[in-house]
């Protein structure tokens, strides 16, 4: 009997901001526009490139998209926040004579992963190797990996995913300088809630 090594699949990687900016320098206007906002809002490509005007809300301080539950993964409808940069990006797209967001006069975009995208990610790749190991997803993971950086609770990174499966969402934490920071910062909470005779005293034995 004859095995066969199957060949590890590469684990694509999140954009560092030196990658990133590298990545939407290389990009047309629309295809960047569309990057930007895949990374502020977490949204798949499919989503990103079916984004209706019909679906925008609007709040007093915010707005947001209702996602209808058959353009979700997890057939779920959703709410699709947006935050500043990815508000300021869909105000960029007023006006473009289509009923979608990401598109111009009718012409729309089907996939991120185009031509376009594949070219700009090999030439910012002369710089920056890492990128070969990205793809669109890549945006998402972006995304998961800063909320995570910036010290945004678990479970409310796996509801702005919007993953279902709670260990998906896991599976993007890692260790970093930030997220280490943050860890050091809650750690420190238990010092100003420590009794002074369970602290250790400068020059001396435990003071117990």
């Known amino acids: 009997m004859q095995f066969y090594k199957l060949k590890k ?11 990133e900016i590298a990545l939407l ?3 047309d206007s629309y295809p960047r526009k569309m990057a930007l906002f895949s990374i502020h809002t977490g949204a798949r490509d499919h989503v990103v490139c079916n984004l209706r005007w019909d679906w925008l809300r609007n709040e007093a301080d915010y ?16 709410s699709l926040v947006l935050n500043d940069i990815a508000n300021e990006l869909v105000q960029g797209c007023v006006g473009n004579g289509c009923d979608k967001v990401f598109g111009y006069k009718y012409a729309t975009i089907p996939t991120q992963n185009h031509w376009g995208y594949q070219r700009a990610r090999k030439s910012a790749a002369e710089s920056y190797p890492d990128l ?5 997803h890549s945006f998402k993971r972006t995304f998961i990996t800063r909320l995570y950086d910036a010290g945004v609770p678990h479970d409310w990174v796996q509801r702005l995913a919007n993953h279902k499966v709670q260990g998906v969402t896991e599976g993007y934490n890692r260790e970093t300088p930030q997220t280490r920071r943050v860890m050091y910062e809650h750690l420190q909470k238990l010092v100003t809630v420590a009794q002074p005779t369970l602290r250790l005293q400068k020059g001396s034995g435990f003071n117990g």
């Open 9 to 19: 699949k590469q684990e694509k990687l999140p954009l560092s901001k030196d990658m």
């Open 25 to 27: 320098s290389k990009l």
């Open 63 to 78: 707005s947001y998209f209702q996602v209808p539950a058959e353009h979700m993964k997890n057939g779920r409808e959703s």
């Open 132 to 136: 070969l190991k990205t793809d669109v």
